[in-house]
């Protein structure tokens, strides 16, 4: 699919667009095992979305690079960071980088995920680098670990038996699936992940037993989304969720990442569920509610998170594929 640029580039000038979509980890990621590679402490196994997307333009430019977010041109110190660990092995021009995102930024969404491997795409094709999916996905790990996971589309596992590369597990439409984002604060968190990774690392009693338990949770994992059982995988889903919040709670000083919409989000999807709709719900570094339910479920589910007071925006999306380039 050609997509038109909303920059314009001279003939001749390296240029590519990649668009990328953000992941949700049903089996969770909290704590590095090395920052200095971002490589993470636990495995974790995620769905990536559909209609969400980061669209980022890259060109060669003269001078410095210039970085351009949502319109605003701004200093961004994770891509400056990344592009000097980029150019410490490729040679890489100066850029500019012109990123989007059709849904807010930083606040639980994932928008570093599809923000990373939306750049790394589209430095590959720009540029020419030749990079395989499994190097696309190690050095969009190097950017934000959970972006790794954007790189493919579907069910994704990333563990260290893939040298913690992402591996595809399901295409998007192996196993379809809904997701119901109720959006219950627009602000930017207060803590990033990395920050609070280190804290939970280095403070919560609780850390060890998460590493343990989150072992576990990824190999039942994957054996159940083999046989897609919705509801083993759901359950296996919510406990990674709350030991991960259980961890963020327990640091010094402590994350919470909930306000009251995301309780109020965990009463009704467990409502639904009693009712005996298809639905189980998972939370990340943010107060957003993301409630994974089965098709013919979706309505109900949006219909219950939308009347929940405080409740700024929903959206119901599907299984996606991973970050391609749409024009070089
Ligand atoms: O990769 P980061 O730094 O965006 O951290 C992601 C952490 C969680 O979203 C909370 C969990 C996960 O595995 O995605």
Redesign the pocket.
Known sequence: MKQERSIRVPAGIRCATAVAHP???LV???GKRLAATNTPETA?L?ITLDTLTTTTTVAEKSGSDRIVVNGEAVRDAKIEQFLHLLRQNFAIPPLLIETSNNFPTASGL?S??SGMAALVTAIDGAMDLGLSLEERSRWARRG????ARSVTGGFTALAASNGWAAEPLLAPGEWPLNVVIAVTSRERKTV???EG?ELSRRTSPFYGSWIESNARDFEAALEVVARRDFSALGAIAEASCLR?HAVMLTTDPPLVYWNAGTLEGIRRVRALREAGVGVFFTI??GPQIKAVCLPGDADKVRVALAEMPGVQDIHVVGLGPGAACVSS
Do not use: E, F, P, V
Request: proline share 0%.
């Open positions: 992941n949700i980890a969770k990621y909290w974790s995620s994932a570093s995920a934000s670990a959970s972006a990033g992940s990395t990774m991960m990340d570094a």
